[in-house]
């Protein structure tokens, strides 16, 4: 799997969680999870339990704490899937 | 046990008039059981409604998250030191102090309403505890066996 289907997948797990007021456009590399896309902390541990199903991994506590943007997100789903 | 779901409920944040818990009368790694009873003189029948008092829906959500979230959540944290296990490190780290908790999500159907002096009981099933939030399927029963209200729970662990 490329990063890019990585991407694709991700965007689509986080698009569900997203406020109202924050638009799919907004999603971009380099957003910022909380911050940027306003996930609050209880959607980030929904996105990344939607994360282990979809790509059949197991994210430990730490990782999360490292999930800052969608790009860290990208390179902890990454490292998992070629371990 | 009786001792242990009494340090549960001595751990609860809340005090009167907003501690809607009365006793645990079970607790597992599945879920949790209590039971409250509303006074004929809580503070809220006085304006809900005028002259026609009738417990809160919110108040009932109340009494379910402080039983089947909060009670059950103390519980599991504390099942995480005990077992040494400390598989939820969030968990664990931010629990050392007192306990600080928010409410994440609630959605709940209502069926039946509770007047004063009426007791529940509450049962509550996990879905899920990672991360520092717990997701539980809650339900409310009458003391006539009867559904009051149902639905789904969660609540996190604050930073």
Known sequence: MTQDDIYTQLKDIIKIYLPEDVSVDKITLESHLINELNINSSHLVDVVLDVEDAFDIEIKDQELEEMDTVKTAIAIIEKKLNN | ?159
């Not at chain 2, 549960?8 to 009365?22: G, M, N, Q, R, T």
């Not at chain 2, 959500?61 to 077992?83: D, H, R, T």
């Not at chain 2, 009981?121 to 899920?128: A, D, G, N, T």
């Open chain 2, 1 to 159: 046990m009786k001792e242990r779901l009494d340090i549960i409920k001595s751990e609860l944040p809340y005090s009167a008039p907003f501690l809607f818990v009365d006793e645990l009368v079970a607790i597992s790694n599945t879920g949790a059981k209590g039971i409250y009873t509303f006074k004929e003189d809580e503070y809220f029948y006085k304006g809900h409604f005028k002259g026609n008092p009738i417990t809160p829906g919110v108040i009932l959500i109340e009494c379910m998250a402080q039983i089947g979230v909060v009670c059950f959540g103390i519980y599991l944290i504390q099942e995480s030191f005990l077992e040494n296990k400390l598989k939820d490190q969030i968990a664990a780290q931010k629990t050392l102090g007192p306990i600080k908790i928010a409410l994440a999500s609630s959605q709940i159907d209502f069926y039946l309403p509770v007047l004063p002096g009426e007791r529940v009981e509450v049962i509550s099933e996990k879905e899920y505890f990672r991360f520092g939030k717990l997701k539980c399927k809650v339900k409310m029963m009458n003391a006539k066996g009867e559904l009051v209200c149902k639905g789904t729970i969660s609540g996190m662990i604050a930073k």
